[in-house]
Every structure is written in structure tokens, then in C-alpha cells.
């Protein structure tokens, strides 16, 4: 099986390289072999290497800087994307794309399933949500997974942040009303490759899915958790456990609105791929322990 992998530097596309290579012959480029600013070059990319599967793990993921260049982020977002889906349709390609929990509103507390209506908050969820509509108009065979809280050992995130700062200050200051799961990048590249495998042989698979770790927390019941564990583990660490302050997401303003709520139903992905996924401190802690190693 031929698999062309878009984005290959990225957070997920990184663990890609390796989920991806059990099934087949993977070419893996990034931004310089495929400029999602230039649809037409990625589409010929495409036609040249003519891959059984497209994943696409190339996105403008810079939230806030997508309020100020909202073409930009429609072009790499949605149009691009919605390119590729024309060309796998044309090859009869499986395109595997990555979308996220903005696309949805964050009102109540439920999680939010693959039916429910969306309603994006910011110019980052509304390209997203494009972007999906885009590849289901193109007829092509196609998985969907949204996600949330995207993390991975390799460069930085939120987890890395808070241990740094928890070893400089001695108070901090951490929202706790913004509720979903951090979900490894190495998570959401196992079970890419688990799905693309069965979808390959049931093509009645595809389609649209939730794909987070299990359970829930806060971005402040996240960053506690991550200085325990760091002190626990003989880290020197300066704040004190009663100093990591909750604050309301309004004391923290940013360009782009926040869905406050980012629970996502994984019923239907683990239901139909046979999965069970890991809670969301698993990964995490396996996360911090290379973090250490490394």
C-alpha cells in the first residue's frame, strides 16, 4: 500500500512517520515539498505520487494568529484540503485529515458526538469545519478524526510550560473552565493506522469520528497534576501545591474565543475500530518520563 503522508514535521505527523510504516511504502514530506499555501502543488504532488492513502497532518494551527490572517488560515485549513479530497477522489484514495473540538460551540457539558451541531467560535474552528465539509463534498473515501488538546514529548506544550514555570515562580495562574482530555500525538497516530488498516478492508468504515483519550480535566487540574507528578519524581519544584491559582478563561483574554467546553464522544470510534482508549493521564505520564529521559 502506497501512503503519502503531508506534514510530516508536525506534532502528529511526527509519530505518523512511525505508526504509518508497518502498512506499506509511506513518502512523508513537509511544508517545502508541499506549500498548503499553494494548493495547485500539493494537488500535483498528488498525481505524481498517486498514493492508495492521503493522510493529511499539515494544518494552521496557531489559533490566535489565525484572527488576524483569517485567509491564510482558510487557504492551508480548508481550500487545500479540499483540493487533496479531489484529487483522492479522482484516484480513489482514502484521505485521512485531522480536525478539532473548535468546531464546536463549547456551550453545556455534555460531550459533544459526530452528530452534533457545530458551531465554531474563531476563524481557526470555522477553516477547520470548512475543511471537513470540503473533503465529504468531494465524494473521496475519507476518515475524520477531531480531536483535542494535542500534545506530544517532542518540542513543546502546555505540560513542558507549567513545569518550567512552576520551577521559577512561586505562584501561578491556570484557567479552570475550559474543560476536555489532552490526547498524546502518539495516540492519535496508533489509531490513524489501526483505522486506515480496517478501512482499507471495510471501506463501509469511513467517515467522521471523535478521537480524544479518555476522561476530563481542566487546563488547571492538568497542570496540577503535572507538578505533582514532577515533585513526586525528585523534581525541584518552587511553586507550592496551594499556589496554582484557578482563574475563569475571562482573566485571560486571547484574539480567539475558546470553546469552554471540549468533551468529546468517543463511542463511535471505539465501537466501530474495536478500540479502548487509555485515560488521558496515561499518556501524559509517559509523556513526562521520556521528558525526563531525554
Not at 10 to 34: I, Y
Not at 170 to 191: C, H, N, R
Not at 207 to 234: F, K, M, N, P
Request: charged share 20%; hydrophobic share 40%; with cysteine.
Amino acid at each position: 500500500m502506497k501512503i503519502l503522508l503531508l506534514g510530516k514535521n508536525g506534532q502528529v505527523g511526527w509519530e505518523l512517520q512511525r505508526a504509518l510504516a508497518p502498512l506499506g511504502e509511506v513518502t512523508s514530506v513537509d511544508s517545502s515539498q508541499a506549500d498548503f499555501a499553494q494548493p495547485e502543488q500539493v494537488a500535483a504532488l498528488v498525481r505524481q505520487i498517486q498514493p492508495a492513502v492521503i493522510v493529511n497532518a499539515a494544518a494552521h494551527t496557531a489559533v490566535d494568529k489565525a484572527e488576524s490572517e483569517p485567509d491564510r488560515a482558510r487557504l492551508i485549513n480548508a481550500l487545500t484540503p479540499g483540493r487533496i479530497a479531489e484529487e483522492a477522489a479522482r484516484l480513489n484514495a482514502l484521505m485521512v485529515h485531522y480536525s478539532t473540538d473548535y468546531v464546536f460551540d463549547g456551550k453545556g457539558q455534555e460531550a459533544r458526538n459526530e452528530l452534533s451541531p457545530t458551531g465554531p467560535l474563531s476563524v481557526y474552528g470555522r477553516t477547520k469545519l470548512e475543511g471537513e465539509q470540503a473533503i465529504v463534498h468531494s465524494g473521496c473515501a475519507h476518515l475524520i478524526f477531531r480531536t483535542s488538546w494535542v500534545y506530544a514529548a517532542r518540542g513543546g506544550n502546555f505540560a513542558k510550560t507549567m513545569l518550567r514555570l512552576a520551577k521559577e515562580r512561586d505562584q501561578l495562574k491556570v484557567i479552570s473552565d475550559q474543560i476536555g482530555a489532552p490526547t498524546g500525538a502518539d495516540l492519535i497516530a496508533d489509531v490513524t493506522a489501526h483505522a486506515i488498516r480496517d478501512t482499507v478492508r471495510q471501506p463501509a468504515l469511513q467517515g467522521l469520528y471523535h478521537l480524544v483519550a479518555d476522561g476530563q480535566t481542566s487546563w488547571h487540574e492538568y497542570a496540577r497534576y503535572v507538578i505533582e507528578w514532577a515533585r513526586a519524581h525528585g523534581q525541584t519544584i518552587q511553586v507550592a501545591p496551594d499556589a496554582v491559582q484557578a482563574i475563569p478563561t475571562s482573566e485571560y483574554p486571547t484574539p480567539a474565543q475558546r470553546p469552554l467546553n471540549s468533551r468529546l464522544n468517543t463511542h463511535k470510534l471505539q465501537t466501530a475500530f474495536d478500540l479502548v482508549l487509555p485515560h488521558w493521564q496515561q499518556g501524559v505520564e509517559r509523556m513526562l518520563i521520556e521528558t525526563m529521559q531525554s
